[in-house]
């Protein structure tokens, strides 16, 4: 199985400022990676697929990078809608697998 | 767009089996996969399995053989997992979520209100 690996698991932000979050597969999956926000009580939302598209009604100041094993996601001015938590997804082979999760408080 | 609407949340006695469905409205699904994720109270996201209908296989993850069954029915626009030999570590919400990609491997765009199922006597 291919093992997804978050860092940090919690990051502490203000609302303007600059947040990364790394993702790293255990081996190469191309640019099949996916980004999700979720919130408290919430399905998942997508909002990067294929490392660094966008989806649609997804605000720009989302952006996703890299490819084969190291994958960050930034937020590029964090809004108060942001403060939720953030999972990567492989698609690269079954099984899928999830990165563990990253919270991000104020 | 395609909605997908679960089945209500359940209690259920360790050892029972729980069924949860899952029904697409506003458009097709059977060329694109058809996953189940579920997410116990306080962590992360967790594959069950998946199948692509048009090709008809499931994929299971390892944890869950023998234990799950998923199938769809493309009559009704539903897929359902059943789960058996339920534990109380099976408690947790079990979402529904369907591909954006045609006949492949994929992200998840929609995803169902998910089902809260309780394990306990």
């Known amino acids: 199985d291919i093992q997804m690996t978050q860092s940090p698991s919690t990051l502490s932000a203000s609302v303007g400022g600059r947040v990364t979050i790394t993702c790293r597969a255990s081996?190469?999956?191309?640019?099949?990676l996916a980004w999700y926000q979720q919130k408290p009580g919430r399905a998942p939302n997508l909002l990067i697929y294929?490392?660094?598209a966008l989806e649609s009604g997804v605000p720009s100041r989302f952006s996703g990078s890299g490819s084969g094993t190291e994958f960050t996601l930034t937020i590029s001015s964090l809004q108060p809608d942001d403060f939720a938590t953030y999972y990567c997804q492989q698609y690269e082979t079954y099984p899928l697998t999830f990165g563990q999760g990253t919270k991000v408080e104020i | 767009q395609v909605q997908l609407v679960q089945s209500g949340a359940e209690v259920k006695e360790p050892g029972s089996s729980v069924k949860v469905s899952c029904k697409a409205s506003?458009?097709?699904?059977?060329?694109?996969?058809l996953t189940w994720v579920r997410q116990a109270p306080g962590q992360g996201l967790e594959w069950v399995g998946g199948?692509?209908?048009?090709?008809?296989?499931?994929h299971y993850a390892q944890r869950f053989q023998g234990r799950v069954t998923i199938t769809t029915d493309e009559s009704t626009s539903a897929t359902d997992m059943e789960l058996r030999g339920l534990r109380s570590d099976d408690t947790a919400i079990y979402f529904c979520?369907?591909?954006?990609?045609?006949?492949?491997?994929?992200?998840?765009?929609?995803w169902g209100q998910g089902t809260l199922i309780t394990v306990s006597s």
């Open positions: 081996q190469s999956i191309n640019h099949w």
């Open positions: 199948i692509i209908p048009t090709f008809g296989t499931v």
């Open positions: 506003g458009g097709t699904f059977t060329s694109y996969t």
């Open positions: 294929r490392a660094s």
């Open positions: 979520a369907k591909g954006a990609v045609r006949l492949r491997l994929s992200y998840f765009e929609q």
